[in-house]
């Protein structure tokens, strides 16, 4: 048995599967515009469920990292598969970023596999475009009413990890969420993941499978605490809330990484701060891959 | 391994062809064979010891001493290594060069980079007519790659170009970037007159205000993101465009030419 600060970690592991992923950079005149792109970029895209890709925002690009030299700010989108992934990217680029004022958009990894990111938006200027190859990468430069929108021709797609997660378990909602946002606030600062729930947080943990039979996934009952004394439950009394943080990433160990920042910034508040217990979900092991044992993690 | 150094001994009376002494095509060749090789000079053909003193052996590095303005098609369809030229070359430097890199200490003549896709012409000097250019009857200019000019450059820079980068540091002749169908040049001294003549596409940088046709149109003054990107990447060369103080990315637009298709543009510094 593990404890850590009064919070017991479960003997039990994150089950994730493999996606594909890719990453793009977002500059803008200043900070504000190109986080206000970033966002609308990565909005809807909490679970491949039903938004067809789970985004987020990396981090915040200083503008000595960025390729125009402007504040930017770096998103990663992943999906199930390759085409899925190249059309939310095309489709949200070109709603979200072309239309925002100031942008320009940039690859943001290299593989060997490319995939569209200004490519097709170029025909948006309606023959007007124009292609600059600039240091072997091609862009183009699209002309619209604030100016010019550049972007890069394409950016990589990657073989990912996608569903590492971990559950907090409360004494009461406060609690949770306050040991949820620690936790974010430290996982943010690892590169190659992001956590795709809204502010990093998913409340409505799912099972598979439903009594609806038109519904795959539903409330997973076991974990609510609402439902302790009429389910087989996963809960101990005390427990009045659970939280859940989902974490997409490049490889197993970026992931690894992040659970381990998150999961020690939660034992730190502690069991003083109403915190009891680390679980994480599965499905017993046999729909994906890649296992996240907490204990090793934590070890 | 010292480079392969061909110093020449004296000048002779016809232009020689020297497109046989490419890296690629010299590469596992002995000391001896590369001395039997021909060249051919006006109707005669010249063995290449009796034309150079050969040193060295490092096929991929190519060095020409002594060169002079008759000495035509060096590098030409160049694949790989590097072709050093101290002193003047003649025309077709670099002919449909597809990679590598030519460094000439000197002048070179008509038609230098011309129809070339890949790699790095570096002219030290001056340059002839229809640098980057097409050949004659030929639809398509250079199709990629970068040359540098440190001195002037004659006229129809990049006739026909479809790709690829011309810098010059000093002047250009009259129709810079005529028929462009698209590529970059840009020139930091003065241009010539008819500058953009019937380009289709294609970016003209210019730091000095052009004489234009009257078929280009003022688009205004613009800030261009991508200027800067650009600059950067000349930052590896040994050029005044590599200067960090070069830099800019306010320019005057104009577009045109509209007597053809009219998607080209000169963007001027402000």
Redesign the interface.
């Known amino acids: 048995m593990m404890i850590i600060n009064g919070v017991t970690i479960d003997k039990t592991f994150a089950e994730a599967f493999p996606m594909k992923a890719t990453r793009a950079i977002i500059t803008a005149q200043n900070e504000k515009w190109a986080m206000i792109s970033a966002q609308a970029m990565t909005g809807f895209a909490t679970s491949v469920i039903a938004c067809g890709c789970e985004a987020g925002i990396e981090r915040v690009l200083d503008p000595s990292e960025t390729p125009d030299g402007r504040p930017g700010v770096s998103v990663m989108i992943f999906a199930m598969g390759g085409k899925g992934l190249a059309k939310q990217l095309e489709t949200r680029a070109g709603q979200c970023v072309l239309t925002s004022p100031t942008s320009a958009l940039f690859a943001g990894i290299e593989s060997d596999k490319p995939i569209p990111l200004g490519k097709n938006l170029r025909y948006f200027g309606d023959g007007f475009q124009i292609s600059k190859v600039i240091g072997g990468k091609r862009y183009w430069r699209v002309p619209v009413m604030d100016g010019e929108f550049l972007t890069e021709a394409t950016t990589g797609q990657v073989d990912a990890v996608g569903g590492g997660n971990f559950l907090v378990l409360a004494e009461s909602q406060p609690q949770a969420l306050a040991a949820c946002e620690a936790a974010i606030e430290e996982m943010r600062k690892i590169p190659n993941v992001i956590m795709p729930f809204p502010g990093g947080v998913v409340r409505s943990g799912s099972k598979v499978g439903s009594k609806y039979k038109a519904l795959g996934a539903s409330t997973n009952d076991a974990f609510c605490p609402t439902l302790k004394g009429i389910t087989k439950t996963d809960l101990s009394p005390e427990i009045e809330s659970v939280m859940e943080i989902v974490i997409d990433g490049l490889t197993k160990e970026d992931i690894d990484k992040a659970m381990r920042v998150g999961i020690q910034a939660v034992c730190d508040l502690g069991a003083e701060n109403g915190i009891k217990r680390i679980s994480a979900g599965n499905y017993g092991g046999k729909l994906g891959p890649f296992h996240f044992h907490l204990q090793e993690i934590m070890a | 391994m010292t480079a392969l150094t061909f110093t020449l001994k004296q000048r002779p009376a016809q232009r020689v062809d020297l497109s046989p002494l490419v890296c690629q095509k010299l590469a596992g060749l002995s000391p001896t064979d590369i001395a039997a090789l021909e060249l051919d000079s006006g109707k005669r053909k010249i063995r290449v010891d009796e034309l150079f003193t050969i040193a060295g052996y490092d096929t991929q590095q190519i060095v020409i001493k002594n060169s002079y303005a008759k000495l035509d098609f060096i590098g030409k369809e160049l694949t790989e290594g590097e072709i050093r030229i101290e002193g003047d070359v003649g025309s077709y430097l670099g002919l449909g060069m597809k990679s590598g890199t030519i460094t000439v200490n000197g002048n070179a003549g008509l038609f230098a980079a011309c129809e070339m896709k890949k790699g790095f012409v570096q002219i030290n000097g001056n340059t002839g007519d229809f640098l980057g250019a097409a050949l004659p009857g030929n639809k398509m200019g250079m199709k990629?790659g970068t040359v540098l000019v440190k001195g002037n450059a004659g006229e129809r820079v990049g006739d026909h170009m479809r790709?690829g980068v011309i810098l010059i540091e000093g002047n250009a002749g009259d129709y810079c970037g005529s028929r462009m169908t698209?590529g970059?040049i840009a020139v930091m001294g003065k241009t010539g007159r008819y500058t953009g003549f019937a380009m289709r596409?294609g970016?003209l940088l210019l730091w000095n205000k052009p004489e234009l046709p009257a078929t280009f149109n003022d688009c205004g003054s613009?800030?261009?993101?991508?200027l800067?990107?650009?600059f950067?990447?000349f930052r590896s060369f040994d050029s005044k465009f590599a200067d960090p103080a070069a830099v800019f990315n306010r320019v005057r637009r104009y577009g045109g030419d509209m007597a053809e298709m009219g998607?080209g543009?000169v963007l001027v510094r402000l």
Do not use: D, I, Q, W
Request: hydrophobic letters at 40%; proline letters at 6%; charged letters at 20%.
């Open positions: 990629g790709r698209a970059t596409r970016t613009h800030t261009l993101a991508f800067p990107m650009l950067a990447s998607r543009e």
